[in-house]
Each structure stands twice: as C-alpha cells, then as structure tokens.
C-alpha cells in the first residue's frame, strides 16, 4: 500500500470526524459559529437544544412551544418503569450516572417510542390526505391500513391511567396561541383532531389524546424529525430520572425490587415433586 505523506495523514486524520456543530481550540469555543461567551447568560437551554440541533437559533415562539413540551414529560412516577429502574438501580449500588443510563435505556418502542410513533402516523396523515383531502377520511385509512397490518393501539391516544389526559389541554392552548398569531400553520394540531374523530367513528368511544400525542403535535409544527422527537422526550425525562435516583440515593436502602418482599409474586410453575429416582441415587459431587 503507498505511504501517504505526513500532511496528508494529517488531513486524513482531521476529516476522520467532521461536524458542524461544534468548533473548539485552546481558548475558544464556537457552537454552530456562535462563540460560547456569547451564548452563556443570553440563551436559555430551550434554545441551546434548538441551535444543536438545527443549527440555527429559534423565534420565541418556536422556544417557547418547544420548551412547553418537554416541561411535562419529565416524570410520570415510581410506576414508570423508567423511573422505577433508576431508583432499583441506586439501591443495587450504582452511581446516579448509572442509574440514569439504565433507564434510559428501556426507553424504546414500547416505553418511550409513542411519540415517535405517533409523529410517523400524522405525517403519513398529512401525505394520505395531500393538500385539499379531508384529515378525518385521511385519519381513518391510515388507522385502517395499521389496524389490518396487526397493530391494535394508535400511539398517542388513550391512558391506562388518565380518563384525561391533564398534561393535553394547556398545550394545545399553546398551540392555538402560537397558530393564531402566525407563527405555526396548524396543520398537525388538525390531523391530532382528525385522529380522535377517526377512533370515535372506529370504535365508538372517544379515545383521548395523551401527552405523546400532544407532544407529537408540537414536534411536528416544528418541524422535528420524527426520530428527534424520541430523543426530545429522553432529554425531558432525563430529568425525572435524575431526580428519582438522588432521592432515592439519600435515603440510603439497598436492594429494593419491584414490589416489597412482604407481597408475594405469583409462581405457576409445576406442583412441588421429587427428583426422578436416576436422578435421586447420583451421589452428590464432591467440590
């Protein structure tokens, strides 16, 4: 194989990893061409998370709406298995950094990837329906095509533990505000209708949105891609995890599982029997 020169080594080595997000070198640091000092005391976390990941920075109101759907997400209780497993996970001696991995880490499809989910079936809406179609006649094909493809739930409609969602109501306030003056087209907020109108004529009943829903609402006004929403709600409900594990690190009990020892699991396995007589007679090994 020819050797390269140095410089062309060099070169190499330097374009190995190549981003646009961050310029750094002794003393100085620039995020998206912004200088740190610029940013720090001037822009709020909200924004930060906007210019990383869009790279540029967002209108008030784009900060303020996305602000608003990470601020109920962050918790759900010690029932949330992501919150239950960073506090198992202090008992069992991790530190906080490691409960906060091990939760996050089952926050995949089914615990944690409604938004998403639910993010991919609005614009699959928005393109069945085109521009002039109607959203609930879009709604109901969509729902329908997923429903004969085996799948039973809509992401982001329903709760098994809010008749109502609390967390829906105040955000598509916002949403209204933020369509109102100009600043979002609306769209997404309509197809959210769409999909409740659509399980109700399906079903019968009406299936609430929930708070993946909603969040799914606003994600998409935005402009996110549907895989930055899961992530987004991550980041929120880091949050809550944090929060659980510190808590739960001060009160100092180790080795808590999932229910007190006092409440017994449920076996149901084979009756208690004997071992079999060939295997009865072995004597036992020696160590």
């Given at each position: 194989?020819?050797t390269?020169?140095?410089?062309?080594?060099?070169?190499d080595?330097s374009?190995?990893w190549d981003t646009?997000?961050?310029?750094?070198?002794?003393g100085?640091?620039?995020?998206?061409?912004?200088?740190?000092?610029q940013?720090?005391?001037?822009?709020?976390?909200p924004?930060m998370?906007?210019?990383?990941?869009?790279?540029?920075?967002?209108t008030?109101?784009?900060?303020e709406?996305?602000?608003?759907?990470?601020?109920p997400?962050v918790?759900h209780?010690?029932?949330a298995p992501?919150?239950?497993?960073?506090?198992?996970?202090?008992?069992?001696g991790?530190?906080?950094?490691?409960?906060?991995?091990?939760?996050i880490n089952?926050?995949d499809d089914?615990?944690g990837?409604?938004?998403?989910?639910?993010?991919?079936?609005y614009?699959?809406?928005d393109?069945?329906a085109?521009?002039r179609?109607d959203?609930?006649?879009a709604?109901?094909k969509v729902?329908?095509?997923?429903?004969?493809?085996?799948?039973?739930?809509?992401?982001?409609?329903?709760?098994?533990?809010?008749?109502?969602?609390p967390?829906v109501?105040p955000l598509?306030?916002?949403?209204h505000?933020?369509?109102?003056g100009g600043?979002?087209g609306?769209r997404?907020?309509?197809?959210?209708?769409?999909?409740?109108?659509?399980?109700?004529a399906?079903?019968?009943k009406?299936?609430?949105?929930?708070i993946?829903?909603?969040?799914a609402?606003?994600f998409c006004?935005?402009g996110?891609?549907?895989?930055?929403g899961?992530?987004?709600?991550i980041l929120s409900?880091?949050v809550?995890?944090?929060?659980?594990?510190?808590?739960q690190?001060q009160r100092?009990?180790r080795?808590?599982?999932p229910m007190?020892?006092?409440?017994?699991?449920?076996?149901?396995?084979?009756?208690?029997?004997?071992l079999?007589?060939?295997?009865?007679s072995?004597?036992?090994?020696a160590?």
């Amino acid at each position: 194989m020819p050797t390269k020169p140095a410089e062309q080594l060099v070169s190499d080595a330097s374009a190995w990893w190549d981003t646009s997000i961050i310029d750094i070198h002794p003393g100085k640091i620039a995020i998206r061409g912004y200088p740190v000092e610029q940013l720090i005391g001037r822009v709020r976390f909200p924004e930060m998370i906007w210019l990383m990941l869009r790279g540029e920075l967002p209108t008030a109101v784009q900060a303020e709406l996305l602000e608003a759907a990470l601020v109920p997400g962050v918790d759900h209780g010690p029932h949330a298995p992501s919150i239950a497993i960073s506090r198992m996970a202090v008992t069992c001696g991790l530190p906080v950094n490691g409960a906060m991995a091990s939760a996050i880490n089952v926050l995949d499809d089914i615990h944690g990837g409604a938004g998403q989910q639910c993010m991919e079936r609005y614009r699959e809406i928005d393109a069945e329906a085109g521009e002039r179609g109607d959203l609930v006649e879009a709604a109901a094909k969509v729902l329908a095509r997923h429903r004969a493809a085996g799948e039973k739930i809509m992401p982001g409609f329903g709760h098994r533990f809010h008749p109502i969602d609390p967390r829906v109501a105040p955000l598509y306030e916002l949403l209204h505000r933020a369509e109102s003056g100009g600043a979002i087209g609306g769209r997404y907020a309509r197809i959210g209708r769409a999909v409740e109108a659509a399980l109700k004529a399906h079903k019968g009943k009406t299936i609430p949105m929930n708070i993946d829903g909603i969040t799914a609402v606003i994600f998409c006004e935005l402009g996110f891609e549907p895989e930055l929403g899961r992530g987004l709600f991550i980041l929120s409900r880091s949050v809550g995890i944090l929060a659980h594990a510190w808590e739960q690190k001060q009160r100092g009990r180790r080795i808590m599982g999932p229910m007190p020892p006092q409440i017994p699991f449920r076996y149901s396995g084979p009756a208690r029997r004997d071992l079999p007589s060939e295997f009865a007679s072995r004597e036992p090994r020696a160590l």
